[in-house]
C-alpha cells in the first residue's frame, strides 16, 4: 500500500500526475537558467499568459475544442509574442521587463475580450485549468501496476501529457547541450560572444523559441503557476548557491526535482498529516515548495551576498 492506495492504483492514479510534473518542472528549469542571467525571468510568465488568445483563435478557426489545435494556437501566439517582446525592446528601447509588461499583458486583454466576443464564450473553454494546471486528471487508466511500466503496448496508451512533456524536455537538453557555448556567452556578455563569432542575437532567439515550446507543452498539463515558477524559482536558488553556470544547471535541476516531488507529497497527503480530509491543488502545492526552497536559499545559499563562504 502507498498512501492508502494498492501498488495498482498507485501506478494508475499517482504516479502518471508525479511524472508529469516532474518532466515539466526539469524542461521549465532548464531554459530557465539562461533567461535568469540574460534577465529575461519573466519572459515564461509572458508565454504563458499569450497562450490564451492563441486558444481562442484555434477554436474560432477549428470549430473544436481539441488538444493538437490548442497546442498549434498556444505555440503561434507564444512566439508571436517573443518576438513582439524583441520588436518592443528594440524599438522603444525598454528594459527588458518593461516590454514584457506591455505585451503580455496586451495580448492576454486581447484573449479575455475575444473569448467574450465570440462564440468561443458559448463553449467550456477552462482558463481555470490554463492558470492552475490539471495534474490530478492525468491518469494511466491500462495501468496495472508496476509491471505495466515493461509491458510496451501499456505504455503506449500512457498520458500523453507525459510523452508531450518527456519530448519537450528532451528538445531542452539537446539544444542546452548543442549550443551551450552560444548560450553561455550570450548570457554573460553578449559583446564579447559578437566578437568571437558566438551569434548572441541567434541565441537569444533560439532561448526564446525553446522557452515557447516548453512553456507550451507544459500548459495543459501542469498549468501556467508551475510553469512561471518552475522558469524563475529552481534557477534563481541554484544562482544563490553557485557562480559557475553548469553547477548552476545542476543544481537548478535538483531543486526542479525536489519541488514537484514534494509538492504533489504534500498536496496529495499533507493535508491528512495534518488532520483534515481531502487534498489541495498540487501545481499550487508545487508552485509552493519552489517559493520555500528560493527562500531557503536566500537564507543560506552561500552566494547570497555575492561572496563565497570559505
Not at 105 to 128: P, R
Not at 196 to 212: E, N, Q, Y
Not at 219 to 247: K, Q
Not at 278 to 283: H, I, K, Q
Amino acid at each position: 500500500m502507498i498512501g492508502g492506495m494498492s501498488h495498482a492504483e498507485f501506478v494508475a492514479l499517482g504516479l502518471p500526475p508525479l511524472v508529469a510534473a516532474l518532466l515539466g518542472a526539469l524542461a521549465c528549469a532548464l531554459p530557465g537558467n539562461f533567461l535568469l542571467l540574460r534577465r529575461q525571468a519573466l519572459i515564461g510568465d509572458a508565454i504563458s499568459h499569450v497562450a490564451l488568445p492563441g486558444i481562442v483563435l484555434a477554436f474560432l478557426l477549428t470549430g473544436t475544442i481539441s488538444t493538437w489545435p490548442m497546442m498549434l494556437g498556444a505555440g503561434v501566439a507564444a512566439l508571436a509574442a517573443a518576438a513582439m517582446i524583441e520588436a518592443v525592446r528594440r524599438l522603444g528601447r525598454l528594459e527588458p521587463g518593461a516590454a514584457m509588461g506591455v505585451v503580455f499583458t496586451t495580448l492576454f486583454a486581447v484573449g479575455v475580450v475575444a473569448l467574450e466576443l465570440s462564440s468561443a464564450s458559448s463553449v467550456h473553454i477552462d482558463v481555470e485549468h490554463a492558470l492552475y494546471g490539471n495534474l490530478e486528471s492525468v491518469v494511466w487508466f491500462e495501468a496495472e501496476g508496476w509491471g505495466s511500466l515493461l509491458d510496451p503496448e501499456a505504455l503506449a496508451a500512457a498520458p500523453a501529457q507525459i510523452w508531450r512533456m518527456a519530448g519537450a524536455l528532451a528538445l531542452m537538453a539537446l539544444c542546452a547541450r548543442l549550443f551551450w557555448k552560444e548560450l553561455a556567452l550570450s548570457a554573460f556578455d553578449a559583446g564579447f560572444a559578437a566578437s568571437v563569432g558566438a551569434r548572441p542575437r541567434l541565441a537569444g532567439a533560439a532561448l526564446t523559441a525553446a522557452t515557447a515550446v516548453a512553456a507550451v507543452a507544459a500548459f495543459e498539463a501542469v498549468g501556467s503557476v508551475i510553469v512561471i515558477a518552475m522558469f524563475i524559482c529552481p534557477p534563481a536558488a541554484a544562482r544563490l548557491m553557485t557562480d559557475r553556470l553548469d553547477a548552476q544547471v545542476a543544481w537548478s535541476l535538483v531543486f526542479a526535482v525536489a519541488s514537484a516531488f514534494f509538492g504533489w507529497l504534500l498536496a496529495g497527503w499533507g493535508p491528512g498529516w495534518l488532520g483534515y480530509q481531502g487534498s489541495v491543488s498540487a501545481a499550487g502545492m508545487i508552485a509552493t515548495v519552489a517559493g520555500l526552497i528560493m527562500f531557503a536559499a536566500c537564507a543560506v545559499g552561500p552566494k547570497r551576498r555575492g561572496v563565497a563562504h570559505p
